[in-house]
């Protein structure tokens, strides 16, 4: 049963990503990547990460996305032009393609790479557990305690990263309100 | 499949039908509600003549049930089932047709980890709730949030410019109040999780559990109020109905929709705030809890007389329960009737001035509280994870 | 003249939250639900109508049967939407109300011309005409509408006024011609 759940979900994830890639309206392209991002918070659940799951479509398939179509709109470009990348572009992301998917192929047959048994499932945090020591199990209080004592620096340094780039959209945009006389005009290419 | 698992299933699937039962009649008659509330406020006595040929000639009940309109969802279904569903040419037919269900299922889906009741089982309280899940909250922002796209999807499909206004602008609201709602719950699960040794997580039964001593909203009144305003903003009810705006917009979102999409919307709406008023209870209210009882030895009876009393307890906070929901979704309405709509940008600098920063302020004030309580009184009880 | 000084101090930090407006506001409304309904059920309940309404313009008789109507025609001459159509007609010499001048054939108020301005009350010499407290006019056609002779007595009824304006007459020309000169 849960290996059928799983074919079926991983397909609906890896083609409605696909189906991002090739929809010509911005909002189809949009409402396939919910989907996709849905696919994948069923995929934590049967890895039975609820709170992973919980996360995905609450920030990327509730928030971002509800943001990413507020923008579509606000800008209407639902109907958008089809560019034509020029040579380097093309070249450039098909090695990288070839390179990611080289990468997976070596972690997925390497045996030395993952673990071939699965590890067992811990509900509860044992009562042994220390800050450098913590066990990975399914509850979010783990995350909590990964979160902010183990991975605490990486958690910081995401963190200042994504104000990092606040900033600079902040910066980037007042810099177009007052450049020129005319009122602020996003440039963004309208159809 | 092993017959166990079948069995399992199915009681699972009687379980559900009941619970969506249970809310849609509650979403319906919230409509009725609706009516009635604003027909009071007004002066007025609201829809008291639709009348059913055979029950409402039981003598002395039949025409009291008439005179409350009891019988008016069911004439308003009914109209709604049949009415003609013309299809404009000018729409995008696949996501104009899916817009109305995308509504509403969120909404019954985040019925599932509600918890409603409780019974016990050799002196343990178990929640009455499809499924006991440890992100209980989590789950409920996280399917709820994902109601909007009805509304966004429905206003982009129509393709016209009002409904687009509507989308446009429930997205924004949508982005900007969640924030505050999400922030605004913290310190009701640091309080949870904080002084009282026990399971932690995010479970909304142990919210519940406690607030055996003292309701949080009495406590914690920021942090409800915030909560409180957001979901008017979430469930799009006056002062916040930015997407629906009858007054700007002509019907916003749904000014393209008739008959049945239409009613799917409108229930949709309800169901939200039905829920909604549910979640609010559980969180400050003191779920089913019936008075609190100040953490005073021997008044157990009075935040908890349900355990003493078996089934008959169970059922009874069931209903205590929905009373208290019942009392806030009877509030949504009030307010409703009292208050004015926000200007958009109104709603955007309260959204973002004001809720934001109270919510992040409230995290950290609360934080510092629980923190010294913990130190104060409880520091032997916590498991020791951290050395 | 009085002068209503309105406060205009600026506003503190509770009522800059906008929440004691709020609270003020829930407070009317409840106020409002909490009152008596001022709903009248229709078809059921019926309004008060007060004196001197003007409602469907009706014929009547005195409190001896008689049908007070002379048919004049002023009332239809001043009509401004000219809505009344009187039919004058004869009153044969062996009727009981051969005394009196003339009775109309018959008398039709076009209900949906009608714009309730009393000037045919006012006109009518013979206080024939009224307009009294039906409000309610109905119909499935047109024709339904125009109200005829019986219809608008039936709605009109009987005006108590002793008046038997047109007996005293009859009285006067009997005794002129029995007694002659005293």
């Known amino acids: 049963m849960p290996d059928f759940l799983f074919y079926l979900f991983s397909a609906l994830t890896v083609l409605s990503a696909f189906l991002v890639t090739v929809s010509r309206n911005a909002v189809n392209g949009a409402m396939y990547m919910i989907v996709s991002f849905v696919g994948m918070a069923a995929l934590f659940v049967l890895l039975e990460a609820y709170f992973l799951a919980a996360l995905q479509v609450l920030v ?33 992301a098909c090695i990288g393609g070839l390179l990611l998917i080289s990468g997976l192929i070596y972690i997925t047959f390497d045996s030395g790479a993952a673990p071939s048994t699965p ?16 066990p990975f199990t399914t509850s979010s209080r783990s995350f909590g305690y990964g979160l902010f004592t183990k991975y605490m620096l990486p958690f910081q340094v995401t963190g200042f990263l994504l104000l990092i780039a606040m900033i600079g959209v902040i910066v980037l945009s007042k810099r177009i309100d007052s450049s020129g006389d005319e009122p602020a005009k996003p440039r963004i290419a309208k159809s | ?24 009649t509650f979403a319906a008659y919230s409509v009725l509600a609706e009516r009635k509330v604003a027909s009071w406020i007004q002066g007025r006595v609201g829809p008291n003549r639709t009348a059913l040929p055979g029950l409402s000639a039981i003598p002395v009940i039949g025409p009291h049930l008439v005179k409350m309109g009891i019988w008016q969802p069911l004439a308003d279904g009914v109209k709604f089932l049949f009415k003609e569903d013309p299809i404009p040419g000018h729409v995008n ?32 309280a178990h929640p009455i709730v499809l499924a006991n899940i440890d992100i209980g909250i989590l789950f409920i922002l996280a399917v709820s949030s994902l109601g909007v796209y009805g509304i966004v999807i429905g206003g982009w499909a129509a393709n016209s410019k009002y409904p687009y206004f509507g989308g446009i602008r429930s997205s924004a609201q949508m982005i900007s109040y969640e924030l505050a709602m999400g922030m605004s719950i913290l310190p009701v699960f640091m309080w949870a999780n904080g002084t009282e040794p026990g399971l932690g997580g995010l479970s909304l039964f142990n919210v519940v559990t406690s607030q055996q001593a003292m309701w949080l909203g009495v406590w914690m009144p920021v942090p409800a109020f915030i909560f409180l305003t957001a979901l008017f903003a979430e469930t799009n009810r006056l002062p916040f109905d930015m997407p629906e705006s009858e007054t700007e917009l002509v019907g916003g979102f749904h000014t393209e929709y008739g008959s049945f999409k239409f009613g799917l919307f409108f229930v949709g709406e309800y169901a939200h705030m039905v829920i909604g008023s549910a979640v609010f209870t559980i969180l400050f209210l003191g779920g089913w809890n019936f008075l609190p009882d100040f953490g005073i030895d021997g008044l157990e009876w009075l935040s908890d007389p349900w355990s003493r009393m078996g089934w008959f307890g169970s059922v009874l906070s069931v209903l205590y329960f929905i009373a208290k929901t019942m009392f806030f979704v009877f509030f949504f309405m009030w307010v409703r009737w009292t208050l004015p709509r926000f200007r958009y940008d109104q709603v955007m600098n309260l959204g973002w001035k004001y809720l934001v920063p109270a919510a992040l302020a409230c995290i950290f004030i609360y934080a510092l509280i629980i923190g010294l309580i913990d130190i104060a009184f409880a520091v032997e009880e916590t498991p020791a994870i951290v050395q | 003249m009085a002068v209503k000084v309105v406060d205009r101090s600026p506003l503190n930090l509770w009522e800059k939250t906008y929440l004691p407006q709020v609270l003020g506001g829930l407070k009317i409304t409840l106020d409002q639900m909490l009152k008596p309904k001022i709903t009248l059920q229709y078809p059921e309940e019926r309004p008060v109508i007060p004196n001197h309404y003007r409602g469907v313009p009706t014929l009547v008789r005195d409190p001896n049967g008689r049908e007070k109507c002379v048919s004049c025609q002023l009332c239809e001459f001043v009509c401004p939407p000219k809505a009344i159509r009187i039919t004058p007609g004869e009153i044969s010499e062996d009727d009981e109300a051969a005394h009196v001048e003339k009775r109309p054939k018959d008398f039709e108020i076009n209900m949906l011309r009608c714009i309730y301005c009393g000037m045919c009350q006012e006109v009518c010499p013979e206080e024939a005409i009224f307009l009294q407290d039906t409000y309610s006019v109905s119909g499935y056609s047109r024709e339904e509408l125009v109200y005829h002779k019986a219809k608008l007595y039936e709605l009109g009824g009987t005006l108590p006024d002793q008046h038997y304006k047109w007996d005293r007459k009859k009285e006067a020309a009997e005794k002129a011609a029995a007694g002659g000169h005293h």
């Open chain 1, 60 to 92: 990327y398939a509730g928030a971002v996305m509800v943001l990413f179509l507020f923008i579509i709109m606000l800008l209407d470009a639902g109907k958008g032009r089809t560019v034509r990348p020029d040579r380097l572009t093309t070249a450039a």
């Open chain 1, 119 to 134: 590890l067992p499932v811990i509900t509860e945090l044992p009562e042994n557990a220390t800050a450098t020591n913590i």
């Open chain 2, 93 to 124: 037919k696949l996501y104009y047709c899916l817009a109305p269900a995308i509504a509403l299922i969120p909404a019954l889906t985040t019925m599932v980890v509600l918890p409603v009741g409780q019974y016990t089982v050799d002196g343990i």
């Open chain 2, 1 to 24: 499949m092993p017959p166990e698992l079948i069995a399992d299933i199915l009681w699972k699937v009687l379980f559900a039908v009941i619970f969506v039962v249970v809310i849609m």
